[in-house]
DNA sequence: CTCATGTCAGATCAACTGAAATGG
DNA sequence: CCCATTTCAGTTTATCTGACATGA
């Protein structure tokens, strides 16, 4: 690889984020799920029932790809849509008993993934690793 | 955002990364060029004269993709392409003196986004940093 | 009138695939 | 015949834009 690129922050960042995306993609798949879901079942199981538009900012989703995310989840049985009670223009999803279920079946999924991704790491590395790249992750987007 | 994501390594690498997605691409926009030309002209730069396909294999960019950029830089009068000498199939590609000083602005603006990227780490944390996501970037890619 | 919501069609961007034409 | 190279057209995936209808 290019050696103007070996020193350099972003590019490592590039390579290890490459990493992350290929075992998540593919752990998901093989579970028969995707990353949307999954964030938007955590952000049902973590807030209760919720708009359409509330759980895609709880879970960083554009409203538009929370609508198609929901289509497949309300099919799975995962979800539920109902209109809001008051106010005529939300729809206010929430989590099945099957939804919260997959949720705990895709927990195990992700963790898997954790252990696989860091496994290059000691405990003690692990932890100055989460300091360090959530300093970098604070920045732009911190709170 | 998502307490399940919280202490997710995967999620924060995420994030670190879509930072560093964001000053890249706006520093090389700012600058009228793009990563992917900034990569093929380092690859020129690092192992002299090569056809397109190395360049590619050197830069880590896929064939299809080196052709449009090369396009770019050509008009650009960054690079020169001529038929190669001994293999008929090849274009031997070749930085010009142009492509040489392009390469070493472009260097520049780069720095620049390290400097920013790890902003929030001092020297002593910028060093682990290092060391730790270069065993995570090494790791399905070594060597 | 304005804003928010849910939906849809499509734009964008990086990365990749497949095939065709040419040559080793 | 098989493989490498360059090029082109087009697919994929995640993310986002714009517009529309509806209702607060």
Same mark, same amino acid.
Not at 13 to 39: C, D, I, M, W
Not at 44 to 55: I, K, R, T
Not at 65 to 83: M, N, S, Y
Not at 92 to 98: C, N, P
């Given at each position: 690889?290019?050696?103007?690129?070996?020193?350099?922050?972003?590019?490592?960042?590039?390579?290890?984020? !490459?990493?992350?995306?290929?075992?998540? !993609?593919?752990?998901?798949?093989?579970?028969?799920?995707?990353?949307?879901?999954?964030?938007?079942?955590?952000?049902? $199981?973590?807030?209760?029932?919720?708009?359409?538009? $509330?759980?895609?900012?709880?879970?960083?989703?554009?409203?538009?790809?929370?609508?198609?995310?929901?289509?497949?989840?309300?099919?799975?049985?995962?979800?539920?849509?109902?209109?809001?009670? !008051?106010?005529?223009?939300?729809?206010?999803?929430?989590?099945?008993?099957?939804?919260?279920? $997959?949720?705990?079946?895709?927990?195990?999924?992700?963790?898997?993934?954790?252990?696989?991704?860091?496994?290059?790491?000691?405990? !003690?590395?692990?932890?100055?690793?989460?300091?360090?790249?959530?300093?970098?992750?604070?920045?732009?987007?911190?709170?």
């Amino acid at each position: 690889m290019l050696k103007r690129l070996h020193g350099r922050a972003t590019w490592l960042v590039n390579l290890a984020q !490459s990493r992350s995306h290929t075992l998540l !993609s593919e752990a998901f798949a093989e579970a028969g799920s995707r990353p949307y879901h999954y964030r938007i079942l955590a952000a049902l $199981e973590q807030a209760g029932p919720l708009s359409q538009a $509330e759980a895609g900012r709880l879970s960083g989703i554009d409203r538009s790809d929370v609508t198609v995310a929901l289509e497949a989840l309300d099919q799975a049985g995962f979800t539920e849509r109902q209109p809001h009670p !008051s106010d005529g223009r939300k729809k206010l999803v929430r989590l099945t008993a099957s939804g919260r279920r $997959e949720l705990a079946r895709l927990d195990t999924v992700l963790e898997d993934v954790q252990t696989r991704f860091l496994a290059p790491l000691n405990a !003690s590395e692990r932890q100055q690793f989460f300091t360090l790249v959530r300093k970098i992750a604070d920045e732009g987007a911190p709170e």
